[in-house]
């Protein structure tokens, strides 16, 4: 049985930006919980139509440009150099942290992750953002609340397309206010406000 212990959200980016203590090793697996806007949903009056709740395992602390060489070279038999380009309007601010800052005002926090494409969500629910009624994909993935690129996605992987389909991984940022718990190192942090 897990331990749980209730946090707020300054306390959960405060972990993060200080991550040795919670993986000397610098990489960390966990379960995470988020709320957040569906990407390819429509935008009405400045919000999206669409929200989803998403509790998936993820990877933390892992390197994207390590892990797109480790995996061209070690599964796909080639050897590149791949280097990541920087995340617009994001930037990393303490060494070793898996947490990025805002840019224009240095004050918005996100927790950075991999999750790997094989890995399904342990749960995944999509809602009406305005009423917060429960919906299926099915009932809304549609062009009355999906864009047009959103409903014809363009096929790519990671490491600009250099990993092969089979090996692809998700590179994720969450922003700490949609955060709504994770599980590391045997203890499930829920947070509280």
Not at 66 to 86: L, M, S, T
Not at 164 to 192: C, H, M, P, S, W
Request: hydrophobic share 35%; with cysteine.
């Amino acid at each position: 049985m897990k331990n749980l212990k209730h946090i707020t959200k300054a306390q959960a980016v405060a972990m993060f930006e200080d991550y040795k203590n919670i993986s000397a090793s610098g990489v960390a697996f966990s379960s995470l919980s988020y709320l957040v806007d569906v990407n390819e949903s429509k935008t009405v009056g400045g919000e999206k139509l669409l929200k989803k709740f998403v509790k998936i395992n993820a990877t933390i602390g892992s390197d994207y440009e390590k892990k797109v060489n480790r995996i061209v070279e070690n599964k796909q038999g080639e050897v590149i150099n791949f280097v990541a380009q920087p995340q617009f309007g994001k930037e990393y601010y303490i060494e070793g942290s898996p947490v990025v800052r805002d840019t224009k005002t240095q004050e918005k926090r996100y927790l950075v992750f991999i999750c790997e494409n094989h890995t399904k969500p342990s749960e995944h629910k999509m809602y009406i953002a305005s009423t917060m009624q429960e919906v299926t994909k099915e009932q809304v993935w549609n062009s009355d609340y999906i864009t047009p690129a959103g409903l014809n996605p363009k096929e790519y992987t990671s490491g600009r397309g250099a990993v092969d389909q089979e090996n692809d991984f998700a590179f994720r940022t969450v922003d700490f206010a949609n955060l709504k718990g994770f599980v590391i190192g045997g203890t499930d942090y829920r947070i509280i406000d």
